[in-house]
């Protein structure tokens, strides 16, 4: 909700290419082929070779999904939702093996797991393995260039954490030794509410309630430029200095100068003088903002602020009861 500012509308835009005749002297886009026979022609698709209980998986993805300088931070979040990992990666295989260990060795990579692999490779691609031993023996036999660290760890958690709906034919449990270590975003942010455990101890309700806390700490992000830009323009126009006020307060400022009737009793976080400033500057803050883009942002704000307060208590609650289990 960065659009507080009023602003003339943007010059409409040129005719879409779309829009255009085509060239009858170009020859005819080629057809794509459909079903197992179909490529995809995007150079950013990678293949991720997935170890599970019992086997291993091929799975595409975009290369972009492991990439940027916040993937540690959040990648762990876009997979605590199984509709949405669907969308992040594509199964395109799965395959048990009796000898699962042998499979991959120092002496090479067994036919069957060579074959699966190379099916789904395309030449420009890379390849992405949750071992530095698979890196180094796939790209030495296969000649397929591998990627390996953090952020494919972070990757491989997530299909972990989703792997009963990602990978359904896959019908053994994941055992302590199958487990990953715990993803490094989900890892800081328990550690940030002073929640410390161990991968085994990481169910589906500790996530989700991890996962919730990193929406208000993503909703927080997205407005703090602008409702820190709204501050500044509250300390112009009605004299009051928000340096220290948190996004909260300032969010809550745009509902006193629109709406002070909606504020129940006394309120504890402005004074009266402030209140009446505010209320008398509407006339200037309706020249300068957009009132329902600022009045969303105030409403999102105050959601996470709620959902923060119910979800760390919620958190706190998981992590000791699964303390308590473990004991």
Not at 253 to 269: D, H, N, S, T
Request: hydrophobic share 40%.
């Amino acid at each position: 909700m960065s659009g507080f500012f009023s602003a003339h509308p943007p010059p409409s835009p040129p005719p879409s290419a779309m829009s255009r005749r085509p060239d009858p002297s170009l020859p005819p886009p080629a057809k794509k082929p459909k079903g197992e026979d179909a490529r995809p022609c995007d150079p950013d698709i990678m293949s991720v070779l997935f170890e599970t209980p019992s086997g291993f998986a091929i799975f595409h993805c975009c290369a972009s999904l492991i990439e940027g300088k916040d993937v540690l931070e959040g990648l762990w979040d876009k997979f605590t939702d199984n509709f949405n990992a669907y969308r992040l990666v594509w199964l395109k295989q799965f395959k048990t093996f009796k000898d699962k260990p042998g499979a991959i060795t120092q002496n090479g990579v067994n036919e069957r797991l060579s074959k699966m692999i190379m099916k789904f490779h395309f030449p420009w691609s890379k390849l992405a393995v949750a071992k530095p031993e698979y890196k180094e023996i796939v790209e030495h036999y296969l000649n397929i260039s591998c990627v390996h660290g953090p952020a494919v760890m972070e990757l491989m958690w997530g299909i972990q954490n989703c792997m009963q709906r990602l990978v359904p034919m896959e019908k053994k449990k994941l055992t302590e030794a199958d487990r990953l270590p715990i993803s490094e975003g989900l890892h800081a942010l328990l550690s940030r509410y002073g929640c410390v455990v161990k991968p085994e101890m990481v169910s589906e309700e500790i996530v989700n309630a991890a996962s919730a806390l990193f929406w208000c700490q993503s909703v927080e992000k997205e407005n703090e430029t602008p409702l820190r830009s709204l501050g500044c323009l509250v300390n112009r126009v009605s004299g009051i200095n928000c340096d220290s006020w948190s996004l909260l307060k300032i969010a809550t400022a745009i509902q006193v100068i629109w709406c002070p009737e909606e504020i129940a009793g006394p309120c504890e976080e402005f004074s009266a003088k402030e209140i009446s400033r505010l209320v008398e500057d509407r006339d200037t803050y309706d020249a300068y903002l957009d009132k329902y883009a600022c009045l969303r942002t105030y409403e999102v704000m105050m959601r996470a602020h709620d959902v923060r307060t119910r979800s760390e208590n919620r958190l706190k609650l998981l992590v000791d009861q699964a303390k308590a289990s473990e004991a």
